[in-house]
């Protein structure tokens, strides 16, 4: 992973470009993901990064918001799809 600290691993679509079996449906449910906002929201949008995180159990991250920094004001949405083995280590 590009990145590890605080139970927090990330993995770019960069370093996805060798395993196109893992790449391609990321790529396809990103996809469906912003068709899925444009819909809702009426607007083109344009996907400014995508990336796998695996947060590990007790992980966890300060409240914020994506637009918090002058060099990310252009961030008006962001959509996060949570994929877990629902029943078995989450039940939310």
């Known amino acids: 992973s590009i990145d590890s600290l605080d139970g927090l691993s990330v993995v770019t679509l960069r370093e996805l470009l060798p395993e196109p079996a893992l790449l391609v449906p990321v790529v396809i449910a990103r996809d469906r993901v912003l068709d899925a906002v444009e819909n809702m ?3 083109v949008l344009h996907v400014e990064y ?3 995180l695996c ?3 007790g992980a ?3 409240s914020h918001y994506d637009a918090n920094r002058p ?3 252009q961030r008006h949405f962001s959509a996060l799809v949570y994929l877990s083995n629902q029943g078995k280590h ?3």
């Open 55 to 57: 947060w590990e159990p």
């Open 71 to 73: 060099y990310l004001q």
């Open 50 to 52: 995508t990336g796998l």
């Open 41 to 43: 929201f009426g607007e």
């Open 60 to 62: 966890s991250i300060d």
């Open 90 to 92: 989450f039940s939310g």
